[in-house]
């Protein structure tokens, strides 16, 4: 038994620092006004707006394959259609407006979150899932709110701004599922 917690605490602990990694820089840099352009400004922030809800959407189905809690998928389908929903603005305002970048796929950071995940034992898999969860939108939400203040370009921080609320949404919500799992 105390092998099984163990493992469980170290697998939860390497998590948590895993999720920090992709966007920590960033998160830290945008949370500065003035500083978002200083670490690449737009084309990071499209990346970074891109990969995260590229990750979110495949959490989420990743969620909706192994999890059984009913509060756990129904978050993880919100983050799936809300994060596609997300990926079409970001691509239309990009594309009309700064012609940055956009990564099809997850980066090598995003997609070794995935395999964490994916290897997580069945019976942590909830409450792993929701703390990514948490702790990605506590990042991101700071991450959009340094480009709504000091971006480059009118129409992306229109954008970050008008989106704040909705990550402010997702995290509340992520919160309270995790709160209520047992």
């Known amino acids: ?53 590229r990750f979110e959407v495949q959490a989420g189905e990743l969620a909706l394959q192994r999890s059984t809690n009913p509060a756990v998928r129904g978050f993880a389908e919100m983050m799936i259609k809300e994060h596609r929903q997300h ?8 594309a009309s407006n700064a012609s940055a970048p956009m990564p099809e796929t997850l980066d090598s950071d995003y997609m070794m979150l995935m395999s964490r995940l994916g290897a997580v034992p069945a019976a942590d898999f909830d ?23 000091v971006g480059e370009v009118e129409s992306l921080r229109k954008l970050a701004a008008a989106t704040i609320p909705t990550i402010e949404r997702h995290l509340a919500e992520a919160k309270r599922v995790a709160g209520a799992l047992p």
């Open 127 to 149: 409450r792993e899932y929701m703390n990514m969860m948490i702790d990605g939108h506590e990042e991101v939400v700071e991450i959009y709110r340094g480009y709504s203040q």
């Open 87 to 94: 990926l079409d603005q970001l691509k239309f305002t990009n």
């Open 1 to 53: 038994m105390k092998k099984g917690i163990a493992g469980a605490i170290a697998v939860a602990l390497t998590m948590a620092a895993a999720t920090a990694a992709p966007m920590a820089a960033l998160a830290q840099a945008s949370a500065t006004p003035g500083k978002v352009d200083q670490v690449g400004g737009t084309t990071n922030f499209i990346n970074m707006s891109t990969l995260s809800s």
